[in-house]
């Protein structure tokens, strides 16, 4: 979580087809709320460096600044004293039950709960469910910016496409290999995209028209028309390449994430800037896959791959 430190019912399941279990989707997303509460509040009570090893999963990754094994990362790295807390205020889970995502505000206190804050930002956390039942955290990433000025909202659920409240539904199962394969093929085709018709346009064409769009230094922010503000802003063009897609057992919800290079406007005089992205996919009523969240981290210059 929580880019500062530069800084997903009832079964896991591979399916290659089939029905699942009934799953209520409202009950899985207030789980999955109620274990992101958790790890903040075991980071308060036991210090960040402990909450994520309880509530990492074993292949989870993070990225300092490169992915690595976030397990690993964290047995290697004591933190640093203070106190990092977070709150989330958006989550959204798959119809299967099997993976979700959250995000939402977070702050840093340097000297520990008594000081003042020093750091803001908002992080993204991808969650999956594992054989034991429980969520753990499949990757985490996030973004600083400024101070906000007013008090993020509660949290809400993702309702497109969702059954009423308190129906569970059987969920037809999708090959997970075929729609993962499917997935990285796309994200080549939106980077292309980016290429051939302009970054902007290619999001345009890419994006949920409620797509949440984090980048550095900025509030994040939502929607189509929000997007378009936020890159003509800083004109250029995106590029990437997916190293690794995940989706869900049902194939509605699946994220990507690779690395990634901007190339600021020809004559602005700004060095390309390497990076790495992470984009969470929302399959959508008429089929399609689309963007439902995109964020891009910048790696200094100077950062060595780490081990």
Do not use: C
């Amino acid at each position: 979580m929580k880019n500062f430190f530069l800084f997903l019912a009832a079964f896991s399941v591979l399916a290659t087809g089939g029905v699942t279990q009934k799953v209520d989707l409202d009950t899985e997303l207030v789980l999955l709320v109620e274990s992101e509460r958790d790890f903040a509040k075991a980071s308060r009570a036991k210090g960040t460096r402990e909450a994520f090893l309880d509530y990492l999963a074993d292949d989870a990754i993070l990225f300092r600044p490169h992915p690595v094994d976030g397990k690993k990362w964290m047995h290697d790295h004591p933190a640093p004293p203070g106190l990092l807390s977070w709150e989330p205020i958006f989550a959204d889970v798959s119809r299967a039950g099997d993976l979700g995502y959250t995000t939402g505000p977070w702050q840093w206190r340097k000297g520990g709960p008594e000081d003042k804050l020093s750091a803001f930002g908002h992080y993204v956390t991808i969650w999956k469910r594992q054989p034991d039942n429980a969520w753990k955290v499949a990757l985490d990433t996030g973004i600083s910016h400024p101070a906000p000025i007013n008090r993020p909202p509660n949290w809400r659920s993702h309702q497109n496409s969702r059954k009423p409240a308190g129906k569970a539904e059987q969920m037809p199962m999708v090959n997970v290999e075929t729609e993962r394969a499917a997935l990285l093929l796309l994200d080549r085709e939106f980077a292309k995209a980016s290429t051939a018709q302009g970054t902007l346009q290619a999001y345009l064409s890419y994006l949920a028209d409620d797509a949440r769009f984090f980048r550095m230094n900025a509030y994040p922010v939502m929607g189509k028309k929000a997007v378009r503000a936020a890159l003509s802003q800083t004109p250029g063009t995106l590029t990437w390449q997916p190293t690794k897609a995940e989706v869900s057992s049902a194939g509605d919800l699946a994220y990507t994430y690779g690395t990634s290079q901007f190339k600021a406007k020809a004559g602005d005089g700004k060095p390309v800037e390497n990076g790495n992205y992470v984009r969470i996919w929302k399959k959508q009523p008429d089929g399609q896959w689309k963007v439902a969240l995109d964020i891009v981290n910048p790696i200094p210059p100077t950062a060595a791959p780490t081990n």
